[in-house]
């Protein structure tokens, strides 16, 4: 099993692009979040779904948009990038919503 | 607002030296507290994790100490190894429904040199 996989691993955009981040999970999780890692902040969450479907917000979702279509499959968009949203992103799944399976991140640079 | 607050930032320790990261939180729904360990360049893995029921919890050289009362949680890592390296994250969690959702702690940078 591949764990939770995320695409792309490194991405630089200008100041306006939109782009989408993916994250796809093979162990039929229920539970997938978005996180974004910033030094000196930790782990803070952006969106995340409770089941194929839904989605809901976190502590930091603004200029962000999500899909979950499939169980599988976790989209992040990014509709107008600021260079406020350079930073790691990672994508987490879960069976419950306690124990979570993190991706290997995607480092995005807004310029 | 940080719920859950770590430290130290960062942390020197010597081979064969304790390793101690502390957390605090304020939010006493908190109902499972986890620790996490992330090498750079991959993600966070889940390390060890205590519930309020138990005061300790060890996992070989990994422990983890629970204060109720003060709210406050720690991480130990007895005989450290260089291997251990890595950052380190603490963090609880608030569930009662399917919403719950962990809140991490800002991290520890922790350095064992040989």
């Known amino acids: 099993n591949a764990g939770v996989t995320q695409t792309p691993k490194f991405r630089v955009l200008k100041t306006g692009q939109s782009m989408t981040l993916l994250c796809a999970q093979d162990?039929?999780?229920?539970?997938m979040y978005w996180y974004r890692q910033d030094p000196g902040m930790g782990l803070r969450l952006i969106h995340y779904?409770?089941?194929?479907?839904?989605?809901a917000k976190g502590e930091v979702p603004d200029g962000y948009n999500v899909s979950r279509l499939k169980k599988q499959n976790f989209l992040l968009g990014l509709e107008s990038a600021a260079p406020s949203q350079t930073s790691v992103y990672f994508c987490?799944?879960?069976?419950?919503?306690?124990?979570?399976?993190f991706g290997s991140g995607t480092q995005l640079s807004v310029l | 607002q940080q719920q859950v607050k770590q430290s130290p930032q960062s942390l020197i320790v010597q081979k064969g030296g304790i390793s101690i990261i502390n957390c605090a939180y304020e939010?006493?729904?908190?109902?499972?507290f986890p620790w996490y360990q992330q090498f750079p360049g991959k993600g966070p893995a889940l390390l060890i994790a205590?519930?309020?029921?138990?005061s300790e919890k060890k996992e070989g050289r990994f422990t983890i100490s629970f204060n109720k009362s003060a709210k406050q949680f720690s991480l130990h890592i007895m005989d450290s190894q260089p291997g251990d390296s890595a950052t380190y994250f603490c963090?609880?969690?608030?569930?009662?429904?399917?919403?719950?959702?962990?809140?991490f702690g800002q991290g520890t940078i922790l350095t064992v040199h040989p």
């Open positions: 987490a799944s879960g069976q419950t919503n306690e124990k979570l399976f």
């Open positions: 162990m039929n999780h229920e539970y």
């Open positions: 779904s409770v089941g194929e479907g839904t989605t």
């Open positions: 939010n006493t729904a908190f109902d499972y």
């Open positions: 205590i519930r309020p029921d138990v």
């Open positions: 963090a609880a969690f608030s569930g009662g429904t399917s919403y719950g959702k962990l809140t």
